[in-house]
């Protein structure tokens, strides 16, 4: 049987990133700082030698603490940026939901932005057209269809939000941190629409802070750390373990991915239950046997006692 | 190309109507405005400026409004332009959209409303008893340039807004600046040849001449006019689009 296709492909991908004072100052500070030595930029590398492969069908999830360059690394695969050096090759188009509720209008109302965010993410006008119903009635925002998006609460933008992206068919698909929209009810909706489209053949990715929620869903793991790639696996309880385990461990420690010694953690731990249970066994055997004893002890005592009551008849039967 | 715009024609509509819709849909004059401010600022040079030059000159209001029709037009646009950018961070950070979209988006916005003035223009020529001729049809060259001329300069400075915020105070200061440079409400004939040399220079001179040959001389301008117009068109739009294709991945640091 032949391997699904590769869809994407990150070859030593590193990311370089600019910090410092370029930000939001102007000309005049700008020459300023320049004539005095007081302006820094500072470079970095967001992600440093990323290399991973994903075939049709594959779910990635991305793990990593804060600022390990998952967001980067997103942005480059989706082509808002280019990596500064290594290749992304990918094979289909590719739909990202980044941070879903930005980039609307206050301005316009509910009916106009979901138009704009359609043409954003590509969709065309016959198909907006088509799906508008479908859209307002999944986000439950009929009664604000012509209101001005402001007066919406960011709950409802999100929801708004999460019904355009989710119409989206991508060979290649990006999720970051889009899973959980809205309240309780609406949440359940939102990822029962996720599953569909993951399981209509998407090649996906998956940004999440939830651990439970990889294991879940992912059949792969890429673990990130300071931009550093700890672990491109298929192995995913292994590196959400190892994953757990280093969250839990005192700050300072390195990221490891080691999941032989997590198998032989996982072995030990096995080998312990076995233990257990064997025990609890043995007790319930004890038990049972007792109980047993006892019984028969029981029914030993009844028939002495039948004997006696029957002495006793006869003796009073002879006294009269 | 074509295929790019043929696959963002639907997301380009919707930009034109959103920033249609933001501009005039919650004013109570709305497009109105846009024809009557150009209007007052006509009224009122009229008023001051025709004791100094308007004695002299036949069609002296023509005169003026040729050349406030083109400097606002430039001034609305380069002023628009240079904002379009940094106003869409938030949807080009997340969204892998071409960036010049918006600024195109903006052009055709500003190019309506100069549309719209174009025909109060005429209206005015008519009241002036300016001769139409069949020459006037030879303003759709300077339009196109000048339409070509903004987008240059809105690529420019929407990339330059996007490293340095207080560029708009500076184009603001240059945009006063210019509008004393470009012979709105005076002539430069009794000017020296080496100050007529720096007029010859200013784009927007030369397209405001062009307007008035055409429209108060009833005459065709020379080829060197013509070519100059193109000339000042096609640099601006090459900086613009080499400043976007060089920084186009490099302007969501700035946001």
């Excluded at chain 1, 055997?285 to 019984?295: D, G, L, Q």
């Excluded at chain 2, 109105?32 to 401010?37: P, V, Y």
Aim: glycine content about 6%; some cysteine; proline content about 2%.
């Amino acid at each position: 049987m032949s391997k699904p296709k590769v869809m994407l492909a990150c070859q030593d991908v590193s990311i370089r990133y600019m910090v410092g004072d370029f930000k939001a100052i102007g000309l005049k500070e700008w020459v300023m700082r320049r004539l005095t030595g007081n302006y820094k930029v500072v470079d970095f590398w967001a992600d440093r030698h990323v290399s991973f492969k994903l075939r049709q069908g594959d779910m990635l999830g991305i793990i990593g603490t804060n600022g390990a360059g998952k967001s980067t690394l997103l942005k480059a695969i989706s082509g808002i940026m280019e990596p500064t050096k290594g290749r992304i090759v990918r094979r289909g188009n590719v739909s990202a939901l980044l941070e879903l509720a930005s980039g609307f209008d206050g301005d316009l109302t509910v009916k106009e932005n979901a138009y704009l965010r359609g043409a954003m993410l590509g969709y065309t006008r016959a198909f907006m057209d088509e799906t508008y119903p479908y859209i307002i009635d999944f986000s439950e925002l009929k009664a604000f269809e012509d209101s001005p998006f402001k007066q919406l609460s960011s709950g409802m933008k999100s929801r708004l939000a999460f019904a355009i992206a989710s119409l989206v068919k991508p060979e290649i698909l990006i999720l970051d941190e889009v899973l959980s929209v809205g309240d309780g009810a609406f949440k359940a909706k939102s990822e029962a629409k996720m599953r569909e489209i993951i399981t209509g053949g998407a090649t996906t990715i998956l940004v999440s802070h939830s651990i439970a929620q990889v294991r879940k869903m992912c059949n792969k793991i890429l673990w990130l750390d300071k931009g550093r790639q700890i672990a491109f696996t298929d192995d995913v309880e292994g590196a959400c373990d190892c994953y757990e385990a280093f969250l839990r461990a005192p700050a300072g420690t390195e990221p490891k991915f080691d999941p032989d010694k997590i198998a032989a953690k996982r072995a030990a731990a096995k080998a312990e239950a076995e233990r257990q249970a064997a025990e609890r066994r043995r007790q319930e055997e004890e038990r049972r046997r007792k109980a047993a004893e006892a019984a028969t002890e029981l029914a030993r005592l009844r028939a002495e006692a039948a004997k006696l009551e029957k002495v006793r008849r006869i003796l009073k039967g002879s006294g009269k | 190309m074509i295929d790019q715009l043929k696959k963002y024609q639907f997301l380009f509509e919707e930009l034109v109507k959103r920033d249609f819709k933001k501009k005039y849909k919650r004013t109570v004059l709305g497009m109105g405005w846009s024809i009557l401010s150009p209007l007052l600022v006509l009224l009122v040079m009229k008023i001051i400026f025709t004791q100094f030059f308007g004695r002299t000159m036949t069609h002296y209001t023509t005169y003026l409004f040729c050349g406030l029709l083109t400097f606002n037009w430039f001034s609305e646009s380069t002023n628009l332009g240079m904002r379009c950018l940094y106003a869409n961070a938030a949807v080009f950070t997340k969204i892998n959209v071409p960036k010049y979209l918006f600024l195109l988006a903006s052009n055709v916005q500003t190019l309506i409303n100069f549309a719209l003035t174009l025909l109060v223009f005429f209206l005015f020529c008519a009241i002036d008893r300016i001769a139409f001729t069949w020459r006037f049809v030879l303003l759709i060259y300077p339009i196109l340039t000048l339409l070509v001329f903004n987008i240059g300069m809105g690529l420019v400075l929407s990339a330059l807004f996007m490293f340095f915020r207080d560029v708009d105070y500076l184009w603001r200061v240059f945009l006063r600046l210019l509008m004393y440079g470009s012979a709105i409400f005076y002539t430069i004939d009794q000017f020296s040849a080496r100050l007529k040399l720096a007029f010859a220079c200013n784009p927007v001179y030369r397209h405001i001449a062009y307007f008035r040959e055409v429209v108060i001389d009833g005459t065709v301008p020379s080829l060197p006019a013509h070519l100059v117009l193109a000339g000042f068109a096609l640099a601006a739009f090459a900086v613009g689009a080499f400043m976007y294709k060089h920084y186009n991945t490099k302007f969501l640091y700035y946001v």
